[in-house]
């Protein structure tokens, strides 16, 4: 037996990555609640949201270099404390600045998760199976969306806005004690059997790449097809987190003062596509794919698979909405999924955090560029009383999104090779 701890370990990552998005999907279900007591545009909506997706993008720059400095371990353990005083925080804002400042802070420190995700996956993991080790652990995000809908309407009608902040906050504490007491790396974990440590090494690089400073990223095309790769498709998802429940609940009065059976469904469909995702190119690899025709053909297929979302403008029934919408989400997570492995397939594993952090910055800077297009389109739609067809104009722009990505990844880098010192 050659042991199977290292399952321990993305099972560890999973739950942050859930509570990670729990915390930060908060405020997405909380929006027509705030909205009346705090008298929110569309537009102070959207600036809201891109006060996190800014300080989310700062911080996985300093995160990615920090980590692949200080180790996975106390990078994540950093960044989880600041994530969750910082989304506990929120109870205490009463203006739009206050709420901005709070989010602020939660990108921040949310930023962290990723870069050390990766950087434990790239540790722990052969690169056979480090798109489906990923997607596992980027399931979370789905899990996480999936269980905000249900628990923070609840606690929302038991208790009050405040308290959804501060109970979502308050669990990042409890896997605090859990990642310190069980991860280590694989090298020094007493529960790794050495049958599981010679095949955690399988696959290293079989030539020293000496340490590549973190100025001369910029310069390899490799960096850049992740860079394009987050630009272009991040604010996608950002748009599903925090306007789809703003958008079932004004084009099909959708209460979300009750949990939400319709959002609740969509994102567990994403969880499908996230691991689905891995697990389909690591199959390609098992065929006798090349590792970077595996990623590359897969990725062109979850592309063409968000395509359908722009008929949901169509969609006369709030299910026919979920239908098409989960499929593009779904197909999201599985591009995310293949996305993020790109990096460990053609870095060193020293460089693995910081690569991340560049092009989650990318990702984060189109993130904070969409939000502000939403808000002035959904305001400017919400003038003539026809905000679902504002919707519509931003599904268009989801759909093509992919294809465009993928298109520009092709061209920068047609095989994706390893980096070579």
């Known amino acids: 037996m050659k042991g199977n701890y ?7 990552l999973f739950f942050a990555t859930t509570i990670n998005y729990l915390d930060r999907q908060v405020i997405g279900l909380l929006k027509p609640t705030l909205e009346k007591e705090l008298n929110w545009s569309e537009t102070d909506y959207s600036f809201i949201v891109m006060c996190f997706t800014a300080s989310y993008a700062i911080g996985l720059l300093a995160f990615g270099k920090v980590i692949d400095k200080i180790g996975s371990k106390m990078g994540y353990a950093i960044s989880i404390v600041i994530w969750s005083f910082a989304a506990m925080a929120h109870a205490l804002a009463k203006t739009s600045f206050g709420f901005g400042a ?5 990108g921040a420190g949310e930023a962290g998760n990723f870069p050390a995700a990766i950087k434990t996956v790239a540790e722990w993991f052969p690169k056979r199976e480090r798109a489906l080790a990923t997607g596992i652990f980027n399931s979370g995000a789905n899990i996480g ?3 905000a809908p249900i628990m923070v309407p609840w606690i929302l009608g038991a208790y009050g806005w405040q308290e959804a902040f501060i109970i979502t906050g308050a669990i990042g504490f409890i896997w605090l004690a859990l990642w310190w007491w069980f991860y280590e790396v694989p090298a020094k974990h007493t529960s790794v059997t050495t049958e599981e440590l010679a095949h955690i090494q399988s696959e290293e690089e079989t030539s020293e790449i000496a340490p590549i400073a973190w100025s001369k990223l910029f310069g390899y095309r490799q960096t850049w097809v992740f860079i394009v790769g987050k630009f272009f498709t991040d604010p996608i998802w950002w748009f599903f987190l925090f306007w789809l429940p703003s958008y079932f609940s004004t084009t099909f009065a959708l209460d979300l003062k009750k949990p939400s059976l319709h959002l609740a469904i969509l994102f567990t469909c ?5 691991i689905g995702g891995g697990y389909i190119s690591g199959w390609l690899m098992k065929k006798g794919w090349p590792v970077y025709k595996a990623r590359k053909y897969s990725m062109f297929f979850f592309a063409l698979c968000a395509v359908p979302i722009i008929g949901a403008r169509w969609a ?3 299910w026919q909405a979920v239908f098409l919408i989960s499929i593009a989400a779904s197909a999201h997570q599985a591009w995310s999924a293949n996305i993020f492995t790109t990096v460990s397939d053609m870095f060193p594993k020293h460089a693995v955090s910081s690569v991340v952090g560049i092009g989650g910055l990318a990702g984060s800077l189109g993130g904070v560029i969409f939000p502000y297009i939403i808000g002035v389109i959904l305001d400017s739609y919400k003038a003539d009383q026809a905000l679902s067809a504002g919707y519509n ?8 999104a992919y294809l465009f990505a993928w298109l520009l990844i092709h061209f920068i880098s047609p095989q994706m090779k390893a980096v070579q010192s």
């Open 6 to 12: 290292r399952w321990v370990v993305v099972a560890l």
């Open 102 to 106: 709070a989010r602020a802070a939660l």
């Open 145 to 147: 969306a999936m269980v």
């Open 270 to 274: 994403t969880s499908i596509g996230s």
């Open 316 to 318: 006369t029934d709030i």
């Open 393 to 400: 104009v931003i599904f268009v722009a989801c759909g093509c």
